[in-house]
């Protein structure tokens, strides 16, 4: 197998201090958990912004913020900004993705539209050919973000259309709630429907974190962990490092060593 991707999404747009202690919900504390997550073995950054009031947002200026703060931290993780819909501008692309001219190496993309709790997690088919244009236009590859099945073929059809270049990267996000349970029939289901040379990662939101990211790792997938998506483990809250370190353990047991961030960026194409 690869060596492991960990990818690290320490903010999200749910936690808040109310929620946990541990929230990052401030640039200074982002980049903090970054440091830390980035020597205990993750490879990738997955960011959000929040702004002055610590409300989810994609304007640029929060994002030229924590994209300097990350050069000046020395970080050597991949930097990829969030285009999700909770930031504002749900049907705008134009207001989605004004962060991505920054150049990080990635952005998210969600390939289609599905269901939250409380929302939805809108993607009309015009936004995400136009966020995926704009990533095009300025090198900035795509992470593809899978809430359900079809959206898998949503990302096929760009494929085939030249919009998205291969080989694609997919994130499977399962377990929130409005969208795809987190069984492992479903995932197994997500991975064979996979274009085939593409890679992918495994996010499992809330109490099946544990058992999806093991799956990930035995199945030669890569992993996503963080407070964006579990705030806590076994009844005790956890930290960004913690969880970072805890998928680490899991590769060690299995015998799967975690990739640096050189050896992420060949695994994904962006070398």
């Not at 999200?12 to 997550?37: F, Q, R, S, W």
């Not at 593809?144 to 898998?152: G, K």
């Not at 270049?165 to 377990?175: A, D, I, K, S």
Request: hydrophobic fraction near 40%.
């Amino acid at each position: 197998m690869d060596k492991l991707i960990i990818t690290i999404a320490p903010t999200g747009n749910v936690p808040t201090k109310a929620l946990t202690p541990h929230a990052a919900v401030t640039p200074e504390k982002i980049i903090e958990d970054l440091k830390a997550c980035e020597a205990a073995g993750a490879s990738v950054a997955h960011i959000h912004a929040r702004n002055e009031e610590e409300i989810p947002t994609s304007d640029r200026k929060y994002f030229e913020v924590l994209n300097r703060s990350f050069n000046e931290a020395g970080l050597k993780m991949i930097k990829q900004f969030s285009t999700g819909a909770r930031g504002g501008g749900v049907d705008d692309p134009e207001y989605r993705g004004q962060m991505i001219d920054l150049k990080p190496e990635m952005a998210s993309l969600a390939t289609g539209s599905s269901n939250f709790a409380n929302m939805v997690n809108a993607n009309s088919p015009e936004l995400v050919r136009e966020l995926a244009l704009k990533m095009k236009a300025h090198g900035v590859k795509p992470e593809l973000e899978i809430f359900d099945a079809a959206m898998i073929s949503g990302a096929t059809f760009l494929h085939k259309k030249g919009i998205l270049e291969g080989p694609l990267h997919f994130n499977l996000v399962m377990n929130v709630p409005g969208s795809l349970p987190g069984t492992p029939r479903n995932l197994m289901f997500l991975i064979d429907n996979l274009p085939e040379g593409s890679t992918f990662s495994v996010t499992g939101v809330g109490k099946r974190h544990l058992q999806l990211i093991t799956l990930a790792i035995a199945l030669g997938g890569h992993v996503r962990t963080g407070l964006e998506d579990v705030l806590e483990l076994e009844g005790e809250k956890v930290s960004n490092l913690m969880l970072v370190e805890r998928v680490a353990a899991i590769a060690k047991a299995y015998g799967r060593p975690l990739a640096t961030p050189e050896e992420a960026r060949e695994l994904l194409s962006l070398s």
